[in-house]
Each structure stands twice: as C-alpha cells, then as structure tokens.
C-alpha cells in the first residue's frame, strides 16, 4: 500500500474493567472505502468514534495525513460523519442544515451559498432547500446529512451505520449513491455496518472485527472466499462446516464421516489424526456427481424447501448436515426426504479453518 | 355508553363551574363600584394610580432579569446533566426542589444577613444591588419550574447526536448551545419564562423584606385598603397570564418540529 492516508496504531478502549477494542490497527490508503463489518457489540462504533474524537483511546494513536490527531477535539479534526439517527438540526431548513459547518468555518455567505446549491445538486435534491427536516423521508435526510458532511471539504468521512434505519429499497439505491459521491471526490472513507451483505458491495477493503479486535482485514472477494477464522467464514455469507479427521497429512487426505477427501496443499501444519473443520459456500456444491467436481460426499436428503425459483436442500452426512440450492426447473421434481444423495464440489473450494 | 357520556358531561360542567363561577362573582363584583349601575370605576382608579404603573414596571423588568438569568443558569447546566453527566441528575434534581420547600422568608433572612451593608458582599448597600438580589432570589424561587421545563424539554431531543453532530462540524460549546441546543427546546424555556413570569410579579415576601418597590407588596396594601380595587386587579392580572399563555401558544407554531428519529 502507498503512504496511508489515516492509519489507527495499536488502539485500545477500555471502559472501566471493560475492554471494548483491543489491540486495533489499520491503515487506510487516500481515497479508500473500507468497512467495519461486524455483529453488535464488536467494537466497530467504537473505533469510528475514535477517529471522530468523541471517544479517547485508552492507548495507541491516530494518524491522518501524517498528523497525529489522538488527543485532538472533534471540531478540530476537520473530519465528517453522517450517524445512523441523521441528526439534522430541526430548527434549521435543508440549506441551513449543509452551510452549518461553512458558516462555523467562517466561510463568507456568497461562497457558503454557492457550496449549498453544488452539494444540493450532487444528491440531486435542489428542490428542497427551504425544507425543514421533518419535511423530508428518512432517505431524504441521510442524503441532506451526507450533503452536510461533505460541504466542509472533510479530510476524512465516517458513516456510521448511516442505512440502517431505512427501508430495504431506500438502502440499496443510497449505498450506491454513496459509493459513487465518495468515489466521484475520492474521499477517504469508513463506514461502519453490520450488514454483510452492504459491506461486500460498496467496500474497497473490509475489517471484520469480533471482540473488540480485527479478524480480518481484506478485500470483499477475500473476506468471502479466503476467510482467515472460523468467525469471519460463519460471519460473512452463509458456510456449511463438516467436522473432518485428517488421515494422511502428506498427501492431504481428510475423513469427513467415513468418507475420505483429499485437500491437496491445504492441510498447512495439520498432522495425521488432527481434527479440523472444513467449510463449503452453499453455491459450491452440486447435488449428484457433476463433471468438473473432484470431490463428492454420500448422504440422505435431510429437509427440502421449495421457495419458487430455487429449491433449498439440506442433506446429511453422518452428523453433519449440508445445505446446497437449486434451481427449480418445472421437468425435474424436487428430491424427496429420505433418499439417498451424492454432493460433489471441487475440493479447491473446501475451506480449512483456523 | 349513554351514562358514560352523561358523567362525563357532567364531570365538565362541575370543573367548568369550580373555574369560572368565581371569575365571574370577581368580575361582577369589580364592575359595582358605582352604585346602582355597573361600571369600569374601578380599572379606571387601579389603572390610573401612579404606583400601579411603578411597581408594575419595577416588576416586569425585575422578571425579564429573572428570566434571562434563570436560562443562562439552567439552559447550560440542563444540558451539561443530560450530556455527560446523568449520573447527577437525581441530585440536582433535588437541589432545585429545594426552593419548594424551603421558605421564602428563611431566604431572604439568609440573604439579609449574608449580604447586608456590613458584609464583604453589602447587595442590600445600595438600590442597585438590593435589586440584583432580589433578582438572584426569584431567580432560585422559579427554578424548581424553569428547570423541570428545560429537562422536559431536552428529553424531547436526542441532545448527543446533535451535539457530537455539530462538533464534528467544527462547533464550538457556544455555537452549540446558542444555535442548535437552546432554538430546539425554546417552547420550554418559554413555558419556564412565563412560569417565572407569573412567580415574580404576584411575589410578595421577599420584595417585602429586601423593601423593593414590586408589585407584590402595592397588591397586599391595595387589598387590606379597598373593596372594589383589589377585584378589578385580579381581573387584570388574569388577562395578562392568559396573555402569556396565548402568546407562548402563538410562538409554539414557529417553533422547530423535531425530525431526529429515524423513520
């Protein structure tokens, strides 16, 4: 990575007895968008906060453009952030709302106008100016509040959670709308979700943080496909994980309930006799022997759920139980429980986890 | 369901009767100073007696002094309770109380001895600081009310994400009280402006003892004096407190409606 732009240096948080970030670090290239991904309770408001300057690290520091701003005031990090509740100023109109930073920046009325009317027209709500917040939709709101955050020209943006309170269809059209504002002023970004599915499809780069810590660090294809813990693997995405016993280190042969797999280069220090879990994507597996598929597994259909146009299928294997979709083709009947079932998918797509 | 409705009615009609049968008694009683035929005889003579005037100016502006000490007081200290330090809130909840229970009379002893001209703070020395005390002393008086507003009125807003929102864009504790805090509760910094209002122009005790020329002290000496005067008083101090309320309802449609929760 080239000079990061901010970087959190071994930052920790404790709140009396209580630890909440531990041991934090990540550096974030100038114009990056990473996500802090995680349940509730992981640490990632904290963090963000952190950078904002409403919290103080109980240790480590903070560095944005080669300053450090650990011990800094929120008003004098020139940092922006939109929260989740848009907390506009009710009392002021839209165009009150964006010149706010402005006007406490001391910038003379015409240019702060002038600012107001481009910010307006870049969330394409000119119309609303005179509007007063309760005026406005939820969705309205969070783009006047991303308008505000932005005028000031902010070294930094933070988002935190900034969807959440929306509708389903109101959250994708702004996430996109979002990723392309950031992209278009190639602002340096960090957006704080606990939707994966959000995380995956705006994010340059994704934390995924449990217990107050990192787990990993990586891109969205790498978060999704390379998961580097158990957590991250069960976190992101949905995972079947088998319980398997390694048989043969050196040539990389696994039993998963009787049945032996081999995993050819993926067994890195596992011995002959350890036990390990083993990770499939519902998408990388086939129901019945498919050409291209160099493993297979046998079972007995568990559990079938016709949802229209795929056909979700548990099937088990010893005590383990694996779920795969299909897709429902009106000549084929869906299986039927009880019977016996062959899974097959290539063993490169089997996940070891740590 | 008819009987619910004939109760109801009825409960009406009782309260109706317990607030307006007096008023009107009052009234009617203020309009027979002229013999034999009803007349405004007596709003004439209240209105047109120079020591209304005095004290009821003295008063007013005693109030207005009230009020804006009573919001640099509270506003900030309101706010600072429900920001960082809730903890607290009990306690001085409790200390505002104190002026409720707590009388008038053992204040304005207190304050006597405290601060009379013999003493390293002499308020009751001159004109001027016997005034600032009285101030000060209905300033404590109303701030069970002022203060019981203004929490009220912060609870209606989320008072952390507005202020974390407008220092991250720069602002300063100033800015934030003056033009996001005190515009979004400014109903009820007027609800305990007018409650002060009423406390310090009806207040007799302490402008009594501190020898102030308020309002309260010419009331009690008109009404242990005269008959049909003291009526027509209560008449014209009705109309100025519904006066304020009507005012405080005009000012209520220009006020902020809240839009900070999420849909």
């Known amino acids: ?354 | 369901m008819k009987s619910g409705r004939f109760w109801a009615w009825f409960v009406f009609l009782m309260g109706a009767a317990y607030f307006f049968i007096p008023l009107i008694a009052t009234i009617e009683f203020s309009l027979r100073m002229r013999r034999g035929v009803y007349s405004f005889d007596a709003y004439k003579v209240v209105l047109g007696d120079s020591q209304f005037q005095a004290t009821f100016m003295f008063s007013v502006i005693v109030a207005v002094f009230t009020i804006l000490l009573g919001v640099l007081i509270v506003v900030p200290t309101a706010y600072w309770i429900r920001l960082r330090l809730p903890q607290l809130r009990p306690i001085v909840e409790f200390i505002t109380l104190l002026p409720l229970v707590i009388p008038a009379i053992v204040i304005v002893f207190g304050y006597i001895r405290m601060y009379g001209s013999n003493s390293p703070l002499p308020f009751l020395g001159s004109n001027l600081g016997a005034n600032a005390l009285l101030v000060i002393g209905y300033a404590a008086l109303a701030l069970p009310y002022m203060y019981r507003a203004v929490d009220t009125g912060l609870r209606t807003i989320d008072v952390r994400t507005l202020t974390e929102a407008a220092q991250i864009l720069g602002a300063g504790w100033g800015t934030i009280i003056a033009r996001v805090i005190l515009p979004n509760v400014l109903i009820a910094v007027l609800s305990g402006a007018f409650l002060t209002f009423a406390i310090v122009i009806g207040e007799f005790t302490m402008a009594s003892l501190l020898n102030r020329p308020a309002f309260g002290p010419y009331l009690q000496n008109l009404v242990a004096n005269r008959a049909y005067e003291p009526a027509a008083l209560s008449i014209i101090a009705f109309v100025i407190t519904w006066g304020c309320m009507s005012l405080i309802q005009i000012l209520s449609r220009f006020a902020p409606k809240s839009a900070n929760r999420p849909n």
Request: proline share 6%; charged share 20%; with cysteine.
């Open chain 1, 1 to 354: 990575m080239a000079e990061p732009f901010l970087s959190i240096q071994h930052v920790r948080k404790s709140f009396g007895a209580t630890t909440v970030v531990e041991d934090f670090n990540l550096d974030v290239a100038p114009g990056e968008f990473v996500s802090f991904l995680g349940p509730s309770g992981c640490g990632k408001t904290t963090v963000l906060r952190m950078v904002a300057g409403f919290e103080e690290p109980s240790a480590g520091k903070i560095v944005v453009g080669g300053k450090d701003i650990t011990r800094l005031k929120p008003n004098q990090r020139n940092v922006g952030m939109v929260f989740q509740a848009y907390a506009l100023f009710p009392n002021l109109t839209v165009a009150q709302n964006i010149a706010f930073g402005l006007k406490v920046g001391g910038m003379p009325k015409p240019d702060a106008d002038r600012r107001v009317a481009e910010m307006l027209d870049m969330i394409k709500l000119p119309q609303m100016a005179d509007r007063y917040p309760y005026q406005l939709s939820g969705g309205q709101q969070q783009r006047i509040a991303l308008a505000r955050a932005i005028a000031p020209k902010p070294k930094l943006l933070l988002l935190d959670e900034p969807l959440s309170a929306l509708d389903a269809k109101v959250r994708i059209s702004l996430r996109e709308e979002i990723r392309s504002i950031q992209k278009k002023l190639g602002i340096t970004t960090i957006f704080v979700t606990h939707d994966q599915e959000e995380a995956l499809s705006i994010s340059d780069r994704i934390a995924v943080m449990y217990g107050g810590r990192a787990e990993q660090v990586g891109t969205p294809f790498e978060i999704y496909n390379r998961p580097a813990t158990k957590f991250v693997a069960n976190f992101v995405g949905t995972l079947n994980v088998l319980e398997g016993k390694v048989t043969d280190a050196a040539s990389g042969k696994v039993q998963v309930n009787s049945q032996e797999v081999s995993l050819k280069g993926k067994l890195n220090g596992s011995k002959s006799g350890d036990t390990l879990s083993l990770a499939l994507r519902p998408e990388a597996i086939s129901l019945g022997r498919q050409p291209g598929h160099d493993a297979s597994l046998s079972g007995e259909i568990a559990e079938v759920h016709f949802l229209g146009s795929v056909i979700r299928v548990r099937v088990g294997i010893g005590g383990n139980t694996v779920s795969l979709d299909t897709f429902n083709n009106s000549t084929t009947p869906p299986p039927v429980v009880g019977d016996k079932a062959d899974i097959s998918f290539s063993s490169g797509d089997m996940l070891v986890l740590h």
